[in-house]
């Protein structure tokens, strides 16, 4: 699968610091946190939804470990919604770490896409849209997080 060059963060700058991730999109509706290769379907969903009215921060994680924590917080306290978009397991990757840090310090709606098991059989674009990880998939997400959120409040 060819993966798009990302290119600058949201303020301009192109940097790569272990345990911090890059803001890629500024919005204050939601949060999507992405990792690897599902950053470029990231981006392709915030320019979708922002299409609709819905402004959603995109962080991009290219270390889980550390992860950047002041950034996880940060984002759920002033969005109050986040989605995972991951290209590996949902457990014990960015959507696990995720939702350990914000049910531990700032609950807030969680939607994870990712895999929930091996997949043995496909290519990537096959096994990525049955996991939901394409922009349609993201934007669905993110439609059920904010649709959680309204009733949090």
Excluded: C, W
């Excluded at 509706?29 to 392709?44: E, K, P, Q, R, Y």
């Amino acid at each position: 699968m060819k993966v798009p060059d990302l290119g600058p963060d949201a303020d301009g700058a192109r940097r790569f610091t272990p345990g911090r991730a890059r803001t890629m999109r500024h919005g204050d509706d939601a949060t999507i946190l992405a990792s690897g290769t599902t950053v470029h379907l990231a981006l392709n969903a915030a320019d979708e939804l922002a299409a609709e009215g819905i402004y959603v921060r995109v962080l991009s994680f290219h270390t889980l470990n550390p992860i950047d924590v002041d950034a996880v917080l940060a984002a759920a306290e002033k969005t109050k919604a986040m989605i995972t978009v991951e290209e590996g397991l949902k457990s014990g990757g960015l959507g696990g770490a995720v939702a350990e840090l914000v049910t531990a310090n700032t609950p807030v709606p969680l939607e994870r896409i990712g895999f929930d098991g091996f997949q043995t059989k496909g290519d990537a674009e096959t096994l990525f849209a049955k996991a939901g990880l394409s922009a349609d998939g993201i934007k669905n997400a993110t439609h059920r997080v904010l649709g959680r959120k309204s009733k949090d409040r």
